[in-house]
Structure formats: C-alpha cells, structure tokens
C-alpha cells in the first residue's frame, strides 16, 4: 500500500529512535531543506529514496516495499523489439492514464508448414496512424506435438519481436528457450502439475513465466506463490477462462484487488487468448491483458485492434500532436496557397489529407498551438493572430513562396483583422470550415 508523506516522514532520520541516525535529520544532503519536504517529494513519486543515504535498512525495506508498482512491469525482448506489461495505477484510463499497451500476439503451431512466414509478416506489418507508427508485438509458438525447438529458431530468425513459448511441456520448453536464446521469451505455462520445473526453467533462463489455474483466483494465487518461492519474479497470470464473461470477470477481479486491495500475490501482468475472435480479442486489451493472442494474422482484423490499442494507451491528458512548421504537399511550387492550421494530430491529418487525396499542391504551415484542435487553441487563446504570425516569420516560409497571401481556417475568421495588422502586406484569406471543402476551395477561390 502506498504511504503518504507522514507515514513516510516517521521513516525518515528526523523521526528515528536511533540518536547517530537521528543526527543526520534535516542535513539537506538529499537536495530538500528537511527530512518532511523530502518525504512528500517521495510520497508523490518525484524523487528516488536513494537521495537519502542515512535511511536505516528496516525502514528502506517498508518504503521500498510501499514504492513497489501494484502491477510488476515484466518485459520480453525480441532480437530487435521489446515489450513491456504492468505498471498499471488505475482501473479506468480516465482516472489518470494507462501506461503499458496490451501486446498483440499472433498464434503460430509447431506443426504448421507457414509458420516463418507469418512470424514474417507479423514482424513486416506496420500502420502510419495520425504520425503513430503501430505493430503487432510477437508471436506466440505453440506444442502441438511437432518440433517445437525448430519451429522457435525459424520464427525467431524471421521475426525481430518478443516469443511467448506456449508448451506446458517442461522438456518442450527448455527446448524452445535453447532456440530462443539471446532473446527473453514469455514462458507459458506453469501449472499445479508442473510448475517446480517450469520454475526451474525460468529462473535458469531468466525469463518471465506464466501460471495458469482454472481453479479460481485463490489457486492462480498460491500457485504465484509457489512459483516466486522457487525463484521467479517475473510473473503473468492466467486465470485460464476463455469466454467472454469468464475472462472479464477473472481480469477484472485480478486487477481489482492489485489495485484496490494492493494484494501483492496477483500483482501481475495478466495473459488472455482471443482465439478468432476480434471481438473477444478487443475486451483483453481493454480489460485488461498484458498479452493478447490471437489465432491468425490478417490485416483486416489486426488494424482495428491496433487503433483501438492506440487510442486507449494514449494520456487522454495529452493530446496527440505533429511538429509545428512547414509542411509540404504534393510537391507545391513558389506559387501554390499557403494554409495556415494547428498541431493537434487529427487536425493536421484531416487537412494534409484532403489536400493530398485531392492531388493539388500547397503549403502547410502548422502552428504551436499546444496540440489542440482550432476552435479549442482559440478558445484558449493558443491560436491567435500573434501566435500565426510567429509561425510565418520563424519557419522561413515567406523564402519558399512568392506571394504573400495566406489561408485561415474558417472557424477562426474573426482572426482575420488581427492578422492582418499583425502581418503587413499579406493577404489574409478566410478558407472553409471543414477540411472536406478545402480542395473545392482552393480550385475556386485561388488563382
Ligand atoms: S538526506 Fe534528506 S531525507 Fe535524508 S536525513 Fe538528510 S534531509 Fe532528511
């Protein structure tokens, strides 16, 4: 459980019993005029408890045990991608934000004849979204009787992202983690029959391992136990259910008491298996897989889950934005309209895009306007005439045309007065108020 700033300022050297250890209270050595300012500096996660060298070892232990995430961050390594699951704070991202994707992993057999091809175009698959480069996460290798070892090395050599070793074959999966070394797979499964060498495995292999329990959060529960008893620390849980309203219940059950009860023993990453369903597949990475795998590759279902990911893992407090300056479409010429737009991501692809699609050249000249959309930046004042100017005399625009005549978005027209006497000698022009209209625009109203 979290302390708050005075339950750890008891821990501190100010508070202590000890009178050598006492004497170093409020010595200033960590940066902070007392031991209380640097107490509420830690309990509001700002600064490192190693700031303070004179912490006695019982109450390090209790501070770093209060510090300690709710959900363990674990994380597979790929031979050239890695990927992280936990550190989760909250149960609904609008409650501050979540920080770790649900990883996408598609399902290949040790027995199927195309599996390195897949592991290849799951390696090869990448969506351009709003200036967000987004990919699937892995593959997931399962035994089902074929040469699991071989099937690992061929994937692994043809895919740069993280495996999930899917073998509750303890033979199986020393096998699969040979192929797969130099990289840190996800282990799966330890179960109440095998987990003493599966445990065995991943402590030698330094890899994460899943346990997995179709008996109830009370056995996936001790079965972590036993598992962490043996040596491991990286774990993910399994509760086993595959249907719709099991695996909601069993995930959010599991991430209610890490959070809410701080119940240590599921304070993990959590593993689910959508099978064809990406529908189903949708519910986990909302609520509230780690590891998400799906039985086959296709980019028609893959996409939309990506986004959906995408959107979700985004800080709702931060919006999206591209980089303020000039952007050029369609290769324009000196004499080509020069629009003038925000930096918020969507607005500037809704522009950009229909300008482009629209195959007419033209200039972009995106404005700071802290990444908000155009009515929003004007309502708040970060997009106003000043603001406009200063991007046509910073960004060097006025050298790559040879007009001074400028498009401003339709919602902002009462800018335009302003602008003008802002900008002397330029033409302000009032452009629509919707993107959409913009290629009609410009072959009407320019030239
Ligand atoms: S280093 Fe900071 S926290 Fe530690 S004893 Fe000195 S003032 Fe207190």
Same mark, same amino acid.
């Given at each position: 459980m979290a302390l708050s700033g005075l339950q750890i300022y008891k821990l501190l050297p100010a508070s202590s019993k000890d009178a050598d250890v006492k004497t170093h209270g409020n010595c200033k050595e960590c940066g902070f005029p007392t031991c209380l300012a640097f107490a509420m500096k830690l309990a509001a996660k700002q600064v490192e408890l190693s700031l303070c060298p004179y912490v006695e070892e019982e109450s390090k232990n209790q501070l770093e045990a209060s510090a300690a995430p709710p959900i363990r961050l674990v994380t597979v390594k790929g031979t050239e991608h890695e990927m992280k699951a936990g550190n989760e704070l909250v149960l609904f991202r609008h409650e501050k934000t979540f920080y770790n994707p649900a990883g996408l992993f598609v399902r290949v057999k040790d027995? $199927?004849?195309?599996a390195a091809e897949v592991a290849k175009a799951v390696n090869d698959y990448l969506v351009d979204y709003v200036g967000m480069e987004l990919t699937l996460d892995g593959i997931a290798v399962e035994d089902v009787g074929g040469d699991f070892g071989a099937t690992v090395a061929a994937v692994k050599e043809q895919c740069g992202f993280p495996l999930i070793l899917l073998t509750e074959d303890p033979a199986k999966a020393e096998a699969g983690l040979k192929a797969a070394e130099g990289t840190t797979p996800l282990l799966w499964a330890a179960t109440s029959d095998n987990w003493e060498a599966m445990a065995k495995l991943a402590a030698e292999y330094k890899v994460p391992l899943t346990v997995r329990s179709d008996d109830g959060i009370g056995a996936l529960a001790d079965l972590a136990d036993q598992v962490k008893g043996a040596g491991v620390e990286d774990i993910v849980l399994d509760p086993g259910a595959r249907d719709y309203s099991g695996s909601l219940a069993a995930s959010t059950q599991l991430r209610r008491l890490a959070?809410? $009860?701080?119940? &240590? &023993?599921?304070g993990y990453p959590l593993i689910a298996f959508a099978g064809d369903d990406p529908i189903l597949a949708g519910q986990h990475i909302a609520k509230y897989a780690g590891y998400v795998v799906i039985d086959r590759f296709s980019p028609a279902t893959v996409y939309p889950l990506i986004v959906m990911r995408a959107n979700l893992f985004t800080d709702p407090q931060k919006p999206i934005q591209v980089l303020p300056g000039v952007y050029e479409i369609n290769? =324009?010429? =000196?004499?080509d309209p020069l629009m003038v737009t925000t930096n918020f991501s969507i607005t500037y692809f809704a522009v950009a895009n229909e300008v482009e699609s629209s195959g007419l050249p033209g200039w972009l000249l995106v404005a700071?306007?802290?990444?908000?959309?155009v009515l929003t930046a004007w309502a708040a004042g970060k997009f106003d005439a000043e603001r406009i100017a200063k991007s046509v005399n910073t960004t060097g625009i006025a050298e790559k045309i040879d007009h001074k005549r400028l498009i401003l978005p339709g919602h902002v027209a009462v800018l335009m007065g302003e602008l003008e006497e802002e900008l002397p000698g330029w033409d302000i022009n009032v452009g629509p108020r919707e993107a959409v209209d913009l290629p009609n625009y410009l072959k009407t109203q320019w030239g």
């Amino acid at each position: 459980m979290a302390l708050s700033g005075l339950q750890i300022y008891k821990l501190l050297p100010a508070s202590s019993k000890d009178a050598d250890v006492k004497t170093h209270g409020n010595c200033k050595e960590c940066g902070f005029p007392t031991c209380l300012a640097f107490a509420m500096k830690l309990a509001a996660k700002q600064v490192e408890l190693s700031l303070c060298p004179y912490v006695e070892e019982e109450s390090k232990n209790q501070l770093e045990a209060s510090a300690a995430p709710p959900i363990r961050l674990v994380t597979v390594k790929g031979t050239e991608h890695e990927m992280k699951a936990g550190n989760e704070l909250v149960l609904f991202r609008h409650e501050k934000t979540f920080y770790n994707p649900a990883g996408l992993f598609v399902r290949v057999k040790d027995n $199927q004849s195309d599996a390195a091809e897949v592991a290849k175009a799951v390696n090869d698959y990448l969506v351009d979204y709003v200036g967000m480069e987004l990919t699937l996460d892995g593959i997931a290798v399962e035994d089902v009787g074929g040469d699991f070892g071989a099937t690992v090395a061929a994937v692994k050599e043809q895919c740069g992202f993280p495996l999930i070793l899917l073998t509750e074959d303890p033979a199986k999966a020393e096998a699969g983690l040979k192929a797969a070394e130099g990289t840190t797979p996800l282990l799966w499964a330890a179960t109440s029959d095998n987990w003493e060498a599966m445990a065995k495995l991943a402590a030698e292999y330094k890899v994460p391992l899943t346990v997995r329990s179709d008996d109830g959060i009370g056995a996936l529960a001790d079965l972590a136990d036993q598992v962490k008893g043996a040596g491991v620390e990286d774990i993910v849980l399994d509760p086993g259910a595959r249907d719709y309203s099991g695996s909601l219940a069993a995930s959010t059950q599991l991430r209610r008491l890490a959070l809410k $009860q701080n119940e &240590r &023993r599921v304070g993990y990453p959590l593993i689910a298996f959508a099978g064809d369903d990406p529908i189903l597949a949708g519910q986990h990475i909302a609520k509230y897989a780690g590891y998400v795998v799906i039985d086959r590759f296709s980019p028609a279902t893959v996409y939309p889950l990506i986004v959906m990911r995408a959107n979700l893992f985004t800080d709702p407090q931060k919006p999206i934005q591209v980089l303020p300056g000039v952007y050029e479409i369609n290769k =324009p010429s =000196p004499g080509d309209p020069l629009m003038v737009t925000t930096n918020f991501s969507i607005t500037y692809f809704a522009v950009a895009n229909e300008v482009e699609s629209s195959g007419l050249p033209g200039w972009l000249l995106v404005a700071d306007a802290e990444g908000m959309s155009v009515l929003t930046a004007w309502a708040a004042g970060k997009f106003d005439a000043e603001r406009i100017a200063k991007s046509v005399n910073t960004t060097g625009i006025a050298e790559k045309i040879d007009h001074k005549r400028l498009i401003l978005p339709g919602h902002v027209a009462v800018l335009m007065g302003e602008l003008e006497e802002e900008l002397p000698g330029w033409d302000i022009n009032v452009g629509p108020r919707e993107a959409v209209d913009l290629p009609n625009y410009l072959k009407t109203q320019w030239g």
